[in-house]
DNA sequence: TAGTGTGAATGGATTCACAGCC
DNA sequence: GGCTGTGAATCCATTCACACTA
């Protein structure tokens, strides 16, 4: 599948559109324009329809969209019509929370290895998982290898994660869910994703500050 | 101070370049080029000046940037050269795991109450901070009058979400940073800012995958 | 009639190019 | 010489307007 050309804002939209259809389909929806679907998120209908128009012709003139054959579609485009192996480095409280997380499980993403660099924690198993034991994080090239696994999440201290991600890119990594706060160097045909928890609650500063 | 006309984009990069600048004097450098800020976080020398120009003149033509100067001035803007008193919503894994996360205090938000639907929570004290028990959401209104609270953290299911939203925002929340997997309908007054874990790694999943 | 798909127009953010200052 | 600040030019996403189809 092509990517080169398709905006960035698009595809972050894209699951979003995925996620309101599962509600749709849930709800007994088996139909959706484009409409509908805009204000529910709060977008607007043409977007929508461009959005998709990227990647084909789904929809009925003068009926909308099947939300089945939607939802087939796009986990299509974004890949989430397989499983995914997944592997989380860091077992602190953050990592010990997404390791329990069973939104990931629902979306097709497979925890399927836990490391720490802390000896102390190393072999306990964790909640949920009895079969997941945490493993020393020497052991992340040959395990990314015999798992198969391509995506990592990152929830460790700033200091400690540029090293750990220059581990897990060299053992095979693809993609990577960054914790940490700190800016990561990757070469670029890895895709990194950031999620810094004080900076959105920075950006809420900002937006209520400046209205006071 | 004015806000209604600096892009959005901007914003968002003003908290990255606190958190390079943060770094940068607990490295002993007092002073910054845009082109050396712009090498670490990966954007360009331009982006950087032009962003903080909407603000004002903070550097020097054939110097730079003070770093600690342009830190205050940040913060100043940012609005978190001052304390925060900040709710959580939701005692779960992830309310937990977030309620024990250092790097809010670290950044001026102080979590001041927590709350949850279930009985069987209530009374009950959090890792961390002895001095905070997690209350009855019935609690909400009253406490955030009583304690001054402006922001509240969401960390509940999707379901139990929208309702819990009404409740905040009644009782005088002005902004919120929301964890569940779902669209929330509030006020055009009201903050928001979401993050969706599962949407995260979708992302991941569509950048690596096309690459395959 | 209701709703999609899409070229054209618009609007807004990024980048360029350079004047101005230390 | 080095670096900021900024109008002008460019690029790219969003919105508009409408042809088209069930």
Redesign the pocket.
Known sequence: MKTG??????VR?LSLYLRELENLWRADHRT??????AAALK???????????YF??????????DVGELITKIRHILGTDRTWNVLLVGAGNLGMALSAYRGFAKKGFKLVAVFDADPSKVGKSIPMQPEIRIQSVDEIPATVKEKDIRLAILAVPGEAAQPLVDTLVQSGIRGLLNFAPVSIDVDAKVAISSVDLAVQLEQLSFQVGSGV
């Open positions: 050309n398709i905006p960035e804002p698009t939209r959706v324009a484009s409409r509908k679907l977008f607007t209908a043409t977007q929508i329809r461009k959005d998709l128009a084909g012709q789904f929809g009925q003139r003068g009926i909308g969209y």
